[in-house]
Every structure is written in structure tokens, then in C-alpha cells.
């Protein structure tokens, strides 16, 4: 759906000419092109790699071009600093946020420019401005004498885009900004980069996320290998033809096909009954061979259930088997040693230790509950990251500097070092770009031909429904229904949002012993879970 605004994109305010950028020898940018009207959001796509972040770091004073004009309404800009880019009304948000916790919300919005009085910093000036900026848009749920530390990841954003209003900006760059946030905080910043577009702000936006692309923006430049593909009117093309641009193949491509009635084995894990506080009666079948999807509205306990079958927020009624032995388990080492394994969500806090090697990184689970099975030798190592199509300098590299798909790729060998019978995961290509969304994607599905039972949360539905060979909606912290392979979103969504008013729909498998019933309901409490008991390992020790 193509995004409106009340005030339409007017002239043109930035245009970037032949811009060119090498670092030690190697070209990064091939003289790309782009320009931005006032009111306007121009997405910006392209897998990782393909100089999207480059570009806007030059646009930014943080990299110098090689070649290359600026010109902002028509004056020719050379920027070799990001003060002097802000200074011409230039302000970047970056993935990563810039803000010190443990100072309030007018100390991180003035830092390095707080105003004086005096000679001294004028505290009252200061909160007032921010107060100011805060209600103009429309945030009234943030005081500027908060601490950074107490507001929520989608608050600390508002935080971010606030720092830049005050350094008036013209021109706003916002790099992966719904990254970090749940479905229902990227829906607000998604009101708030409306609102500012309305107030004639040129915004350039850069997103993996293409169906915010398509809701957001008026325009959309492909950017490969740092050379300019296309840029064309949102309206005037599609999801297919912006995806072929970016990787150059279709993007029924992105799906392998799914289990046939014949590769679908025994039971690998099965619930009946289960219940915590925030679930109710749940009851699932996982299977070898098949990849089970989990739907659900924010808050409807996807991640719940996961963390539940993986024992970091465990079952405290009804009965758990895997492989047809009985398992409760009270922390994520009992799972791991009964072949269990979680991707969590955030791979960064959770799934990695980023200044750690790839090669300690992947030895993580081995090493945190060394009873499961023998640790992996150096060759099976080096056969297990070339499984899971790992593109890295060797193994010694610092998993930091890989990108967001390579960085998930570690994760999953972490786990595949582990041998384990039943891979659940949560959000398993956030944050990644459509080349490495499609490796993943197949890596999944050659691990369920392998004979593991896997289980998939997704919040993007288009993956859920291509990947899965059946889904389970969750609505209210229980099972509200099951459908089969190739359902619908409109489908899916009918049952998400019947919650305690819906009936269940069971598919083929049933009530029992293969499906999902509804029995009751429990209102979850607001999503993110709550960090893992003690008992439970940390990322460093392997625990997600």
C-alpha cells in the first residue's frame, strides 16, 4: 500500500552526483546517484554489502568521497566532517543507538551542545527545548528528566530522531531503524516518520523490511555492489520485481519446497497440557522432517512457548517427550541435553559474544554443557560452517565484524556443534537482507530433511506461509488453531484475532495425538520475556 502524506514531496532538496568510495584499494561505491525531495521518504534496498551504509556515512561527513557532488537546494557541499554535515542539516540515525544510559533524556539530546548560562549549562533551558521537541511530536510519554536506562528500545528511537529535531535537520537518515523493535513499536515510529515526511523532512530509509518499504516510502533506490540499479516510483512496482533487482532471481526463490507426506517422520517432541503464567493448554506435535510455523499478534505468546520447550521459561503443568521420553525442564541445560535447541531473537545480546571468534563462538553450546556429546574436532568444525554457507575470512575472524545473516549462520552452527533432535526458532532472519533471508531459508529446510523437527516463530507472515508445512496461531497464550500448508494471511490473521471469542480450527494432525486444541485462556503480560532464571546459561555460556 502506498504511503500518504499531507504534505506531498515539493522540490528537490538533496541530490548526490557520481558519488565513489574505495577503502584500501578495494571500490565500495561505482558513481551512485540519488536525490531526495522535501517531504518525501526514499527508501534505500539492497543486500548487505551493496554500500547503502557507505553512501549515507559519506552523505553523513563520515567517510570522505573519492568522486562526487552534494548539493543541498542547490549549493554544492564538501563534507570531511559530520559537524559540518549537521551543521547543513544533515542528521543520521544509526542501527546501533548513540545514547549514554545513565543520563536523562536532555542530557543525551543536547550532549555537546548544551546550552549556557553564565558559563554554566543551563539545566532549565535545556529541558524545557527538549519538552518542546518531545510534545511536537506528540510524545507525551517521555519527560526530558528520564533516564535513557528506564525507556524501552522503541522510546530510546524516539530519543534518537529527538537528537536530530534539535540540530534542525532538513534531511534525515534512518539506517535499519525498526530493527530492534516489536511489531507494535515499529507501527509507531512508522506514525512518526509520517509525521515528520508531513512537516516537509526529506527522509532516506533504509530497510531489509520491504513491506515497510512499500508502506512507507514514495520512492525506492537498488543499490548491488555499491553500483546504482533502479529507482522508481514505489507505487509503480512490487515486492517481485524490487527483490529481482537486489539479488537477480525471483522471489518464489526465497522458498524451498516444502515436505512431502513421506519425509514427514516419528514424533520428535511432543506437549500435552502445558501451562505456565503465561500459557495456557498447550498441546503440539513437532515431527521429524517438518517445519512446524508459530503465528500470532505481539504479545499472543509465540516467544513464550519457545522459551517454554527450551526450559529458560519452563512448563510448570502438563507433560513434555522428546523422542518419547519424558522431560520437564526446569532450565535450558536439561533441553540441550535432551537435544533441544533455541535461535532466540536477538542474536546479538543473546546468541553471541560478538568480540569472540567465530570458532569459540560456534563451541559455545559444546563447551557450556560439555555431557550432551562429544565437542566437534577441528575438521568436523570446518565442515559444519561450511554447511551452514558461512561467508567469513576464516575462523579466527571476530563475529562482529560479519554481517547480520553470517552472524546468524554462527548461531545455528553453535547449535548444529550440539546435535540437536528439535531447532526452534524465534525470528530466524530479522535483520538480515534477502540474499542471506533465502540461504537461511534453504539451511532450514535441509536440516528438516536431515530429521529434525523444527519449529519457526516468524512475525513476517509471507516467510511463515512459504516455509511452513503447517502453523499453529497462537491468540491469548494458547493455541487458537492450526492450518495447513499454503494458508493465507487473511487466514491466519482471522484466527490471531478471534482470541478468547474464536474456536479452534484444527488441521489434518487434530486435537491429539498430532494437534493443537484451545483449551482456556491466560492473558499474557506485555512482551519482551523476562530475562532467563540464573540457573540458566548465558550467551557466553551457550544458553541462546
Given amino acids: 500500500m502506498q504511503a500518504m502524506h499531507a504534505k506531498q514531496a515539493t522540490h528537490t532538496m538533496l541530490a548526490m552526483h557520481g558519488v565513489s568510495k574505495s577503502f584500501l584499494g578495494v571500490r565500495v561505491l561505482h558513481g551512485v546517484s540519488l536525490d531526495l525531495a522535501a517531504g518525501e521518504v526514499h527508501a534505500l534496498v539492497g543486500e548487505n554489502g551493496a554500500g547503502k551504509s557507505t553512501l549515507m556515512k559519506v552523505l553523513a561527513g563520515e567517510h570522505v568521497p573519492d568522486e562526487g557532488v552534494i548539493t543541498l537546494d542547490g549549493r554544492r557541499h564538501h563534507f570531511s566532517h559530520p559537524a559540518q554535515a549537521q551543521a547543513a542539516g544533515i542528521g543520521i540515525i544509526h542501527q546501533e543507538f548513540a545514547l549514554l544510559e545513565h543520563r536523562t533524556v536532555a542530557e543525551n539530546v ?76 515499529a507501527g509507531l515510529l512508522h506514525a512518526l516518520v509520517r509525521r515528520l515526511a508531513a512537516r ?228 530466524p532472519t530479522r535483520g538480515v537482507d534477502v540474499g542471506a533471508k533465502a540461504a537461511i531459508h534453504t539451511l532450514v529446510r535441509d536440516l528438516a530433511r536431515e530429521g529434525l523437527a523444527v519449529l519457526i516463530v516468524s512475525s513476517e507472515l509471507p516467510e511463515l506461509i512459504g516455509m511452513s508445512d503447517r502453523i499453529l496461531v497462537m491468540a491469548e497464550g494458547r493455541v487458537a488453531g492450526e492450518l495447513p500448508a499454503g494458508a493465507t494471511e487473511e487466514e491466519v490473521m482471522r484466527l490471531a484475532t478471534a482470541g478468547s471469542q474464536g474456536a479452534a480450527t484444527t488441521g489434518p494432525g487434530g486435537a491429539a495425538p498430532d494437534g493443537p486444541t484451545s483449551d482456556g485462556a491466560t492473558p499474557p503480560p506485555p512482551s519482551p520475556d523476562p530475562t532467563p532464571p540464573p540457573s540458566a546459561p548465558t550467551p557466553q555460556e551457550g544458553a541462546a
Avoid at 548560562?117 to 526530558?144: F, H, K, N, S
Avoid at 536506562?149 to 524516539?158: E, G, K
Avoid at 533487482?245 to 515436505?259: D, I, K, N, Q
Wanted: a positive charge; hydrophobic letters at 40%; charged letters at 30%.
Fill in 200 to 427: 516537509g523532512l526529506g527522509i532516506l530509509y533504509i530497510s531489509h523490511r520491504l513491506r515497510e518499504v512499500f508502506e512507507l516510502s514514495q520512492r525506492v533506490t537498488v543499490l548491488k555492489d555499491g553500483r546504482h540499479v533502479t529507482t522508481v516510483r514505489t507505487e509503480d512496482t512490487d515486492t517481485d520485481r524490487i527483490v529481482r533487482a537486489m539479488v537477480g532471481r525471483e522471489l518464489s526463490a526465497y522458498y524451498p519446497p516444502r515436505a512431502r507426506p513421506e519425509e514427514v517422520g516419528r514424533t520428535r517432541l511432543a506437549v500435552r497440557g502445558g501451562g505456565n503464567a503465561r500459557l495456557t493448554g498447550i498441546d503440539l506435535t513437532l515431527r521429524a522432517g517438518e517445519i512446524t510455523g508459530v503465528a500470532g499478534l505481539q504479545g499472543a505468546g509465540r516467544t513464550s512457548l519457545a522459551r517454554a520447550l527450551f526450559g529458560a521459561a519452563p512448563f510448570t503443568t502438563g507433560t513434555m517427550t522428546v523422542d518419547g521420553a519424558a522431560l520437564r525442564p526446569s532450565a535450558p541445560r536439561q533441553a540441550i541435553r535432551a537435544g533441544v535447541a533455541l535461535v532466540t531473537e536477538d542474536r546479538k545480546a543473546e546468541g553471541l559474544a560478538l568480540r569472540q571468534s567465530v570458532r569459540d563462538n560456534a563451541l559455545l553450546v559444546t563447551r557450556a554443557v560439555p555431557d550432551r556429546e562429544r565437542p566437534p574436532a577441528a575438521r568436523e568444525l570446518t565442515a559444519l560452517l561450511e554447511k551452514v554457507r558461512l561467508q567469513a575470512r576464516g575462523e579466527h575472524q571476530e563475529t562482529r565484524f560479519l554481517s547480520g545473516g553470517n552472524q546468524q549462520k554462527v548461531v545455528i552452527a553453535k547449535w548444529l556443534a550440539a546435535r540437536p533432535r528439535v531447532l526452534l526458532f524465534d525470528e
Fill in 110 to 185: 543536547f550532549l555537546g551542545r548544551e546550552p549556557t548560562r553564565y558559563g554554566l549549562v543551563d539545566r532549565r533551558a535545556m529541558e524545557d527545548r527538549t519538552a518542546r521537541l518531545l510534545a511536537d511530536l506528540g510524545e507525551d510519554g517521555i519527560g526530558p528528566r528520564t533516564y535513557v536506562r528506564d525507556l524501552s528500545v522503541a522510546r530510546q528511537q524516539t530519543v534518537e530522531i529527538v537528537k536530530a529535531l534539535a540540530s534542525d535537520v532538513r534531511v534525515l537518515v534512518m539506517d535499519e531503524p525498526t530493527a530492534p523493535l516489536a511489531d507494535h513499536e
